[in-house]
């Protein structure tokens, strides 16, 4: 059962686009999303992260939307760059559970072409 | 910076053999997981701890178990390895609930 599921798996953008990558979320109780930017070899690395008490948080060319009453919400990376090419991971959590684990999506692996 | 190193970068094992990966974090943190990654599921939670010796099923772990005898080292054992136990696994560490993990770079194990 996939609790945070994940939209699209590959993307392709040229450079300057837009991109969008979507997820949705079934528990309600999930209070803490996460996306997370994976390069090749790499392990993922947080790279901005949002609290439903807000339905916007933008940081640079990143700004995650959040939709509650949709249980949704979604990364967009304005003016994309070929180095931004990478796979992306959404994610959610509770609060209170311990030691903070997080419930991933599948990911999206995004290309962005010169 | 927060270093999460994980032992080996590639390893292969054939059927039945019992298999070790260990990770270790370098900075006190306390919290310490295990995942896999596969195309198309992301990543899955296998095993964490929030405490040396005290470890939590995550919502894939049979199969493995793990072991933490000290807070900076975190291992996660294969029992009996299978063919579908081949994956990149991830291991990462952090500080309390609401902070960031810090991954390693991933094992990526084959099972022949």
């Known amino acids: 059962q996939q609790q945070v599921k994940q939209s699209p798996q590959s993307l392709i953008v040229q450079k300057g686009g837009i991109s969008i990558i979507n997820c949705a979320y079934e528990n309600t109780a999930f209070d803490y999303f996460p996306w997370y930017q994976q390069f090749p070899g790499k392990g993922p690395a947080l790279l901005i992260a949002?609290?439903?008490?807000?339905s916007e948080k933008k940081e640079g060319r990143f700004t995650i939307s959040f939709n509650k009453s949709a249980k949704q919400f979604s990364l967009h990376i304005m003016d994309s760059q070929p180095g931004d090419s990478a796979t992306y991971f959404c994610a959610a959590s509770t609060r209170d559970n311990q030691g903070g684990k997080l419930i991933f999506g599948q990911g999206t692996e995004l290309s962005v072409k010169p | 910076d927060v270093k999460v190193t994980q032992s080996s970068r590639y390893l292969v094992k054939r059927t039945g053999e019992k298999v070790f990966l260990e990770c270790v974090q370098d900075m006190d943190h306390e919290n310490m997981f295990w995942y896999r990654q596969d195309p198309g599921l992301g990543l899955r939670l296998i095993y964490f701890?929030?405490?040396?010796?005290?470890?939590e099923k995550g919502d894939i772990p049979e199969g493995y178990s793990v072991s933490r005898e000290k807070k900076e080292r975190f291992s996660l054992i294969l029992e009996s390895a299978s063919t579908n136990q081949t994956s990149m696994y991830l291991c990462a560490s952090s500080l309390t609930v609401e902070s960031p993990l810090h991954f390693g770079n991933g094992t990526r194990l084959t099972v022949t």
């Open positions: 949002i609290r439903p008490d807000v």
């Open positions: 701890s929030y405490d040396v010796k005290m470890k």
